[in-house]
């Protein structure tokens, strides 16, 4: 089992920058395949972008172009650097691990963290 922490969170204008970071500890963190999620207020639970552990990554329709995902497998973290922030993306923000591959999609894993609200507003 992989613990998570998320951070970064926070509100930001619309077309602003907002860098989620994610350590984990407790398990082989290289090893895991690690993906970041979101939820809406009413709504379910959806995929952001995940990476492989060799770095191979894949994003949503919505956030492509405007949000990357990385892996620092030294320091044992994930991070998700958002551009370009529209009022859509506010949600509350989940790291996720443990997860598998279904052809190039991130499939979603046991491990989460507790989230962090991303707040898009002007």
């Known amino acids: 089992q992989v613990q998570l922490v998320e951070s970064g969170g926070g509100l930001v204008q619309p077309g602003g920058s907002l860098r989620l970071s994610c350590a984990a500890s407790g398990s082989i963190f290289s090893s895991n395949a690690m993906g970041w999620y979101r939820q809406a207020p009413g709504k379910q639970r959806e995929l952001v972008a995940g990476i492989t552990s060799g770095g191979r990554t894949n994003y949503a329709d919505s956030v492509k172009g405007r949000f990357t995902i990385s892996r620092d497998n030294a320091k044992n973290t994930v991070n998700l650097q958002m551009n370009s922030l529209k009022p859509e993306d506010t949600a509350v923000y989940y790291c996720?691990?443990?997860?598998?591959?279904?052809?190039?999609?991130?499939?979603?894993?046991?491990?989460w963290g507790q989230g962090t609200q991303v707040t898009v507003s002007s």
């Open positions: 996720n691990a443990g997860g598998t591959y279904s052809s190039t999609t991130y499939q979603r894993g046991s491990s």
